[in-house]
C-alpha cells in the first residue's frame, strides 16, 4: 500500500476577464448555462489576480475556506456545486488507476484559502477570477485532468472564461445537461500586443443589483434581452471572433461599445429597471466618443460590466494621450500620486484642440484611479511553497 502523504497542498493563480460580447441571462439556473454565447479578454496577472492554495489531509474533518483571511460558509450551494463536481470528475478518474499518489484522495476534505491582490471593494469581476481558480486549484488537488468549464461554470457563469489566456469564447451550447456549454481560447495572449486596457475605478461602493439576480429579472421581463439572445449575438460573436484574429481595432472598439450599450439598455428594459451606470460613466462615455471624433476614427472603447466602473481597450500608441484626457476631464482629487496603477504610462501634453473639445466642465474625483493593464495568460501554477496561503497545518498562514 502507498504510504499516507499528511497534506497535499497546491497553490495556483488566476485571471479577471471582461466581455467584449456580454453574457447576461440563463436558461437553466441551476446548471449555470446561458441564453447566449459571449466573448472576453483576459486580463494580465501581473495587475489583477486571485492566488488560491487547496490542501487536502486524511486528518482533516471538514471541508472550510478562506477568503481574503476571513473564513467563510462552505456551505454556499455554489461552492458546494463546484466541490461536488471536481470530487464526481476526480472519481470517475481514478476509479482503477493504481497511480495515485493518495489512494482515494477525492473523499479527503479539503481546506481553500484565496485571495485578490486588488481590493475586492474595487467592484471588479473577483467572482471570475476566484471561481477559475478555485476550479484550477481543486483540479491540480485532485489530480482531474479534463475540461474545467463546467466547475467553474458552477461557480459564476463568467468564470469558465477565466480558465484561459488571451481571447476566449463561452460556446454557449445546446443540450439540456450543458456538456456543450464550454469555454475556448479563440488566441493566445501573444496574439496583440499591442493592444492595452484601462480599468476606470469609478465608485468602490457595492452594487445595488447583483449580477445572478438582475440578468434572472431580465430573462422574466426584457423582450430586448430575448431578442438579444437569438437575433443579435450569434452574428456578433462571428464578427468579434473575425475582429480578433485580424486584429482590426476599429471593429473591434467598436463592436465593444455596441455590445455594451446594448447590455445596459436591456438593463433598462427589465422591470423594474436597473441602472449600473452612473453620471461618471456617462461622462466617460461621452469623453471616449468625443476623443474618437477628433481623431477621425476609432482609437479607444469602453465597456461596462454590471457596474460604473468602466474598461477602456486601446493600443499602446494612444495610451498616454487618452490617460491626459482623462486627467484632464477627471482631476484626481486626493490621490495624485496613486491615481495611476499598474503599467506605466508616459505623461503627455494634450493639444488645445483636444482640450478645446473636451472642453466640459471637470469632474474632479469622479474617478479614483486608474490601472493600466494589457491581456494576459490563464491560471498558473505557484511552485515556489512560500506562496502557499495555507501552512502545514492546513491553517492560513497570518499575513506577514
Ligand atoms: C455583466 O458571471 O457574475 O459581467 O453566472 O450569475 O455568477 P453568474 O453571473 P456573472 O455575470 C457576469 C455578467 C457580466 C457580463 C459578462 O461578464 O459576460
Redo the contacts with the bound molecule.
Keep these: 500500500m502507498a504510504a499516507e502523504k499528511p497534506v497535499v497542498a497546491v497553490t495556483c493563480t488566476a485571471p479577471v476577464?471582461?466581455?467584449v460580447?456580454?453574457?447576461?441571462g440563463?436558461r437553466d439556473e441551476k446548471l449555470?448555462l446561458p441564453i447566449n454565447s459571449?466573448l472576453?479578454v483576459t486580463l494580465h496577472q501581473d495587475q489583477l489576480k486571485t492566488t488560491t492554495t487547496a490542501a487536502i489531509s486524511r486528518d482533516f474533518t471538514e471541508d472550510r475556506i478562506w477568503l481574503n483571511g476571513r473564513e467563510e460558509d462552505i456551505g454556499q450551494p455554489?461552492l458546494q456545486a463546484c466541490l461536488k463536481e471536481i470530487r464526481r470528475l476526480a472519481c470517475k478518474r481514478r476509479s482503477g488507476s493504481p497511480e495515485d499518489p493518495l489512494p482515494l484522495s477525492h473523499s479527503c476534505k479539503v481546506h481553500i484559502a484565496s485571495e485578490n491582490n486588488f481590493p475586492t471593494a474595487a467592484g471588479l469581476?473577483s467572482?471570475?477570477a476566484g471561481y477559475a481558480c478555485l476550479a484550477y486549484t481543486l483540479a491540480r488537488v485532485y489530480g482531474v485532468e479534463s475540461d474545467l468549464s463546467e466547475v467553474a461554470?458552477r461557480?459564476?457563469?463568467?468564470?469558465c472564461?477565466s480558465l484561459y489566456g488571451g481571447f476566449v469564447e463561452w460556446q454557449m451550447g445546446e443540450r439540456a445537461d450543458g456538456k456543450d456549454s464550454i469555454a475556448r481560447q479563440v488566441a493566445p495572449e501573444s496574439h496583440w500586443p499591442e493592444l492595452r486596457v484601462l480599468i476606470l475605478v469609478v465608485s468602490a461602493g457595492k452594487k445595488l443589483t447583483g449580477?445572478?439576480v438582475g440578468?434572472q429579472t431580465s430573462v422574466e421581463t426584457s423582450p430586448l434581452l430575448r431578442f438579444r439572445a437569438e437575433a443579435v449575438v450569434p452574428a456578433r460573436m462571428v464578427e468579434m471572433a473575425r475582429c480578433v484574429r485580424e486584429r482590426d481595432f476599429q471593429a473591434f472598439g467598436r463592436l465593444t461599445m455596441q455590445d455594451s450599450n446594448q447590455?445596459h439598455a436591456t438593463c433598462l428594459d427589465t422591470f423594474p429597471p436597473i441602472s449600473y451606470l452612473n453620471d461618471t460613466s456617462r461622462r466617460i462615455i461621452h469623453l471616449v466618443h468625443r476623443f474618437n471624433a477628433l481623431h477621425g476614427h476609432t482609437k479607444v472603447a469602453y465597456t461596462f460590466?454590471?457596474g460604473p466602473n468602466a474598461v477602456i481597450f486601446t493600443l499602446d500608441e494612444t495610451v498616454a494621450e487618452f490617460v491626459a484626457a482623462v486627467r484632464h476631464s477627471f482631476p484626481p482629487e486626493s490621490n495624485g500620486d496613486k491615481f495611476l496603477q499598474g503599467l506605466p504610462v508616459e505623461p503627455a501634453l494634450l493639444s488645445d484642440e483636444l482640450k478645446a473639445v473636451l472642453g466640459v466642465d471637470p469632474a474632479p474625483g469622479g474617478i479614483k484611479y486608474i490601472i493600466a493593464t494589457q491581456v494576459g495568460p490563464g491560471p498558473q501554477v505557484l511552485d515556489d511553497p512560500g506562496a502557499r496561503l495555507l501552512g502545514p497545518d492546513g491553517l492560513p498562514k497570518p499575513a506577514a
Design positions: 476577464n471582461i466581455a460580447i456580454k453574457y447576461w440563463k449555470i459571449s472576453s455554489r469581476a467572482s471570475a461554470r461557480g459564476s457563469g463568467s468564470a472564461r449580477s445572478t440578468m447590455f460590466d454590471a
